[in-house]
């Protein structure tokens, strides 16, 4: 294993905390909802790559985070199951302590070895339970055609859900980069070609980015196109509601660390996921906020967090009005419609993932203020579903 990945579980890097603030806004709701319905009440987590549990400064990793809402449920009726495959021996023995310190009442395995192997025996312990996958390699994650496998499960209604969230490494730039160089490995090659489910990446990079005189931005560009295209052949096997990408970059001016990839076939986990992200990108902001104060007088008295608060508010309102400027734009066409299903009107590419409940609902009130709508949204849980009516 490369010093990389022991590096890695010293403390939580930063490129973590937003995947880790994802994973824990979401683990409830998907608990919380599909465990309603489902046999016995029961929901699986399949934790792949599941390092040590714990870094060593004793933060969470997506270990101890998992058994931590397990243990939310042992005196419900939910039964949630953990199941975590680790390649890493130290990383394996430190996860089962982890477990035995924290896991009590929780049915938890632990498997030492390759996700790969592992995944169809794991896949079938799950059968008939509601099931969510986490894929979060170091480098680059195991073949489509396995990831797919993961959706060879009974779906459409009645059907326990199956979602996954895959971590696409920014590798993927490294691997790629044998497409423009003066002397390809084919074998790299050929190993995106497995991780991607055939060679058809080659073409949709080479379109961005067709030789090394293109710009950086250029290989961004030609990354997203592959990870978008991964996605698009993640949900034709889904077959279902769809999927959400992700990019992870320090900064919006930054390149992209990583991308997340979350498939569902569910359109409430389309919607839950939404809310996560959110929240999750709020984590993230916070978390610069805190770093980039660290060594200045914003450190002390936690001015950084006053700091970081009064830009959040201006965030809010920037998004908030620039919802209730699209929504006043809908309904001027004099037709009741949902965000749902003017999403790319009403959220676009920018606020998707970005906003949340608390934004829309602000949004429809300042539109209703405003004397466009009647619509209320007093007790209304979701606003995507909401049918908003010109006044
Ligand atoms: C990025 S870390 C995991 C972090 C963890 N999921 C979290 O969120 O805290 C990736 C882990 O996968 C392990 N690993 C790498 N290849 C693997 C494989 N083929 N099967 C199982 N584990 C693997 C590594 O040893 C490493 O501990």
């Not at 400064?57 to 009726?77: C, F, N, Y």
């Not at 799950?126 to 894929?135: A, H, M, S």
């Not at 929240?279 to 967090?305: C, M, P, S």
């Not at 004397?371 to 009516?389: A, E, H, P, S």
Request: one cysteine or more.
């Amino acid at each position: 294993m490369s010093s990389d990945t022991s590096k890695f579980h010293k403390s939580k890097k930063s490129a973590a905390v937003l995947k880790h603030a994802l994973i824990d806004s979401y683990a409830g709701p998907f608990i919380g909802k599909t465990g309603k319905w489902s046999t016995d009440h029961r929901v699986a987590f399949i934790d792949g790559y599941a390092g040590p549990g714990r870094y060593d400064d004793d933060a969470e990793g997506s270990g101890a985070m998992l058994i931590r809402h397990a243990q939310k449920h042992v005196s419900t009726p939910r039964t949630v199951e953990l199941h975590f495959v680790e390649e890493k021996d130290e990383f394996a023995a430190k996860l089962r302590e982890v477990v035995a310190k924290e896991g009590d009442g929780l049915k938890i395995t632990v498997t030492d070895g390759d996700v790969s192997h592992h995944l169809p025996r794991l896949l079938k312990l799950c059968e008939g339970i509601p099931l969510f996958v986490y894929l979060d390699p170091c480098g680059l994650v195991i073949p489509l055609e396995e990831v797919a496998s993961i959706f060879d499960r009974p779906s459409g209604y009645g059907a326990p859900a199956t979602e996954a969230l895959i971590n696409l490494t920014a590798h993927i730039r490294r691997f790629a980069g044998h497409l423009t160089s003066d002397k390809p490995i084919e074998a790299s090659l050929k190993r995106m070609d497995a991780v991607c489910g055939g060679d058809w990446w080659r073409a949709v990079w080479l379109e961005k980015y067709p030789n090394n005189q293109a710009s950086e931005d250029d290989k961004t560009a030609a990354e997203e196109a592959v990870v978008a295209g991964y996605a698009e052949k993640l949900r034709e096997r889904a077959g279902g509601a769809g999927t959400w990408v992700i990019d992870v970059r320090p900064r919006a001016d930054l390149k992209p660390l990583y991308y997340l990839v979350f498939a569902t076939r569910h359109i409430d986990g389309m919607l839950a996921f939404g809310e996560s992200a959110s929240l999750g990108l709020q984590e993230w902001r916070k978390y610069h906020a805190k770093v980039a104060a660290e060594g200045t007088i914003f450190e002390e008295n936690d001015a950084w967090l006053k700091d970081w608060k009064a830009q959040e508010e201006l965030l809010k309102k920037q998004w908030v009005d620039t919802l209730a400027a699209r929504l006043t734009t809908e309904l001027a066409k004099g037709e009741a419609f949902r965000i749902i299903d003017r999403a790319e009107e009403i959220l676009g590419d920018d606020l998707v993932g970005v906003v949340r409940t608390l934004h829309l609902r602000a949004a429809i009130n300042k539109v209703r203020d405003e004397g466009k709508t009647t619509t209320q949204t007093v007790r209304v849980k979701d606003m995507l579903t909401l049918t908003i009516t010109p006044a």
